[in-house]
């Protein structure tokens, strides 16, 4: 069965400080990864979206960047943190681009202080 | 745990009643929905889906009812228990998924 991870589960952060936050997918192959950030009492905002290795698409103008190294995993980094990046952020994965049911990891909760 | 779900309108129901989570989607031409549950401090999980060629689809107590004329999604729940409690949000494809904000559900025992 397919799992995904993401690590850390929390992180408080201050302002300017890099960020680096990892997610991997187990038990599938070529999955399309996403990254959202999820504030409260909001919905989920697509963040970037990946098909393939090296293959990022952006979706919002932000101080935060990705990047897929390996086939299963999909890293969200930041170079300096602003307040505004507080967060819960959740990776997913689907079977099809934007078609499927996206299966989500269990979030990391990002505070920038 | 994250404080998913502040703000959200909230839906009390007594435990062993029938829930119904309303969701007004935004684009005539989307095709697919989806009904997430999301508990405090994780990530969404998958409740159940329908395409637009369908009103309805049924899973284990759980219903949704969709009605493209007024762009409505519905999900109901049978015989709510404690272990519903959480923010239920929809989700329609169009183009890419696009999230409600969501509804808190609480359950009363």
């Known amino acids: 069965s397919q799992t995904i991870h993401q690590w850390p589960a929390t992180l408080v952060q201050p302002v300017g400080s890099p960020l680096s936050l990892e997610c991997t997918v187990e038990g599938t192959s070529n999955p399309n990864l996403y990254w959202y950030r999820q504030a409260a009492g909001r919905g989920l905002q697509l963040l970037f979206y990946?098909?393939?290795?090296?293959?990022i698409s952006s979706e919002v103008p932000q101080n935060l960047s990705a990047s897929r190294p390996q086939d299963r995993q999909f890293i969200l980094s930041s170079k300096k943190l602003l307040l505004s990046d507080s967060g819960f952020y959740l990776c997913?994965?689907?079977?099809?681009?934007?078609?499927?049911?996206?299966?989500f990891g269990p979030g990391t909760r990002l505070t920038v202080l | 745990g994250e404080s998913v779900g502040l703000h959200l309108p909230t839906l009390s129901v007594q435990e062993g009643d029938n829930s119904i989570i309303n969701c007004a989607y935004s684009n005539s031409a989307s095709d697919y929905f989806i009904w997430y549950k999301q508990e405090s401090g994780k990530g969404p999980q998958f409740i159940i889906d329908?395409?637009?060629?369908?009103d309805k689809r049924q899973g284990q107590r759980v219903t949704v009812l969709l009605n493209k004329t007024v762009k409505h999604l519905s999900l109901q729940i049978a015989a709510t228990q404690p272990g519903d409690s959480a923010v239920y949000f929809c989700?329609?494809?169009?183009?890419?998924?696009?999230f409600g904000a969501g509804t808190r559900l609480a359950v009363h025992p």
């Open positions: 329908i395409r637009s060629n369908m």
């Open positions: 989700a329609e494809d169009y183009n890419k998924l696009i």
């Open positions: 997913a994965w689907s079977v099809r681009l934007m078609r499927d049911e996206q299966f």
């Open positions: 990946s098909v393939g290795i090296g293959q």
